[in-house]
Nanobody
Framework: QVQLVESGGDLVQAGDSLRLSCTTSVRTFSGYAMGWFRQALGKEREFVAAISWSGDSTYYADSVKGRFTISRDNAKKTVYLQMNRLKPEDTAIYYC??????????????????WGQGTQVTVSS
């Protein structure tokens, strides 16, 4: 069983920045593609960003492209989501997800096998 723990969520103002972290104790972290998703109140979970197991490939939702950056530190078994120029519509619970064994950037929630519990990000206007 892979456990993922997100942190870094907070209440911020529009235009501020936040960095989310997702850590795991899994032994072969470098073998997992990682993704970030978010779910706003009353809405479906949506894709935010993904990174391949090597970190060489990334992919972003259009809504966050140019503002958010996904990265990973395989030595620390951690994936990050740097969020800049935050907007009120970025308010959501942010989840990290893991998918073992592929060097791609999965974009559908159904492609991921493991999920964290989420961290709340609230952006006030």
């Amino acid at each position: 069983q892979v456990q993922l723990v997100e942190s870094g969520g907070d209440l911020v103002q529009a235009g501020d920045s936040l960095r989310l972290s997702c850590t795991t104790s899994v032994r072969t972290f470098s073998g997992y593609a990682m993704g970030w998703f978010r779910q706003a109140l009353g809405k479906e979970r949506e894709f935010v960003a993904a990174i391949s197991w090597s970190g060489d490939s990334t992919y972003y939702a259009d809504s966050v492209k140019g503002r958010f950056t996904i990265s990973r530190d395989n030595a620390k078994k951690t994936v990050y989501l740097q969020m800049n120029r935050l907007k009120p519509e970025d308010t959501a619970i942010y989840y990290c997800a893991a998918r073992f064994g592929i060097e791609t950037t999965p974009r559908r929630a159904s492609e991921y096998s493991f999920w964290g519990q989420g961290t709340q990000v609230t952006v006030s206007s």
